[in-house]
């Protein structure tokens, strides 16, 4: 009775009385361009919306090992959204994630990133949120096993794994890193999908951060030194590939990357750098220019030399399916015609990423300007697919064969593209 008295107490939290939806007009135009620009940057709009579906509310499907949580409207509607939410309960559910009623929110909405972010910059995502067109959307039920989706749990999960505060500079780095470090560990929260978790659902701390993880059915590679792109990421491109949608040497954002990519645009000349100088800190994006030469010679002479080899029936049908516009010469590597001997998805342990694209294709909108992969799925067997992965892993790499590829792609081809 005492454990139990002890857990209640631990748990509960005060509702906050509603309050009268603010007008826009209260808000200053500056207010609301910074808010726009952190609400971009935080992707509020990618796990708030469904696609085909209207902006901020809610429906999006997350799937864990412990069942589908949904999003929730976050629209100004006072009914099913948060138009009688003050700002102090914008803040406690940013900050210690627990909403305006008292509930513990799940660690799917990433308040243990958001409680970095600093109070002035709350308050400006409140007020461009509170500006957003009221949609009357009720919540999704959450499909959690039992006893998961007892929300007072959660007490419980950031009692081991959650602490509450705000991001605080390091004094071993400059302005610059530690605005970065803002940008990616709070606004950005970077290692939410490139850092994996333990059995409980949290982020693995130490040597794991960025090291990579599954996320929406695809892998996000490491962004360390353990990251297994044959061609050493530099700081142009990583500016390339965030915030232009295209790099030479590692392609154009997919999947769950790319509304990440398209929500970084909004970040300014400065704060780009600063995002760029934190990652290549992580020593996965800071590699010297003679190493990426190199790299590039021994790719270019690997494809060259197996695209050729027309007695191999494997490269005749990858010839026939993919070398038409995955190729390139001695002149130059062509970004919106990847080289797949240059690929990061070819080389990473799990199959998932290149599986996918063959499959589900980019489509224009979720690239780059003018870049276009058609699916090949409804026109390729699960066999096919996998054929052309087993010829890639095997010629363009060194690394060990994937396993039960055909069925694996069976797999990835039931779920489908998904809303990403």
Not at 97 to 114: E, I, K, M, T, W
Not at 145 to 174: N, V, Y
Request: glycine content about 10%; some cysteine.
């Amino acid at each position: 009775m005492v454990g139990l008295l002890g857990f209640v107490a631990l748990a509960w939290r005060p509702a906050i009385p509603e309050v009268a939806t603010p007008l826009p007009s209260s808000f200053s135009a500056d207010l609301l361009a910074r808010g726009a620009t952190l609400a971009s940057v935080g992707y509020c709009s990618t796990c708030h919306s469904v696609k085909g579906g209207q902006l901020f509310a809610g429906g999006y499907a997350m799937k864990s090992p412990f069942g589908t949580l949904y999003s929730t409207n976050i629209t100004p509607d006072r009914e099913t959204g948060i138009g009688a939410w003050s700002k102090d309960a914008f803040r406690r559910a940013m900050h210690e994630g627990v909403a305006r009623d008292g509930s513990h929110l799940f660690p799917g909405f990433p308040y243990d990133h958001f409680t970095k972010i600093s109070d002035d910059d709350v308050d400006a995502i409140y007020a461009f949120l509170m500006t957003q067109p009221a949609v009357h959307a009720p919540a999704h039920p959450n499909e959690l096993m039992f006893p998961l989706g007892i929300r007072a749990l959660q007490a419980g999960w950031k009692l081991l794994f959650f602490r509450s505060g705000r991001f605080e500079p390091s004094t071993d780095h400059d302005a610059q890193w530690n605005r970065g470090a803002y940008i990616a560990e709070a606004l950005s929260h970077c290692s939410a999908c490139h850092t994996p978790r333990n059995p409980l659902g949290a982020e693995w701390g130490g040597a794991s951060r960025y090291t990579g993880a599954s996320v929406d059915g695809w892998f996000a590679p490491a962004i360390t030194a353990a990251n297994p792109s044959p061609i050493p990421w530099t700081p142009d491109e990583l500016r390339a590939y965030l915030f232009q949608g295209l790099s030479r040497f590692h392609g154009t954002p997919s999947g769950p990357m790319s509304p990440a990519a398209h929500g970084l645009t909004a970040l300014s000349i400065s704060d780009q750098d600063a995002l760029v100088t934190y990652i290549a800190s992580l020593r996965g994006g800071n590699a010297p220019p003679q190493a990426v030469a190199d790299a590039i010679t021994r790719a270019l002479d690997v494809s060259a030399a197996n695209t050729g080899r027309q007695i191999d029936p494997d490269a005749r049908f990858y010839v026939e399916a993919c070398a038409s516009c995955h190729y390139n010469g001695r002149a130059g590597i062509n970004p919106s015609r990847p080289d797949l001997a240059l690929n990061s998805a070819v080389h990473l342990a799990d199959s998932a990423n290149l599986i996918r694209v063959i499959l589900f294709g980019i489509d224009a909108p979720e690239g780059a300007g003018g870049v276009v992969m058609p699916a090949f799925g409804p026109g390729f067997s699960d066999a096919e697919v996998a054929r052309i992965a087993a010829y890639l892993r095997r010629t363009r790499t060194n690394e060990p064969p994937w396993p039960n590829l055909e069925k694996t792609v069976g797999k990835i081809r039931a779920q489908g593209k998904g809303e990403g």
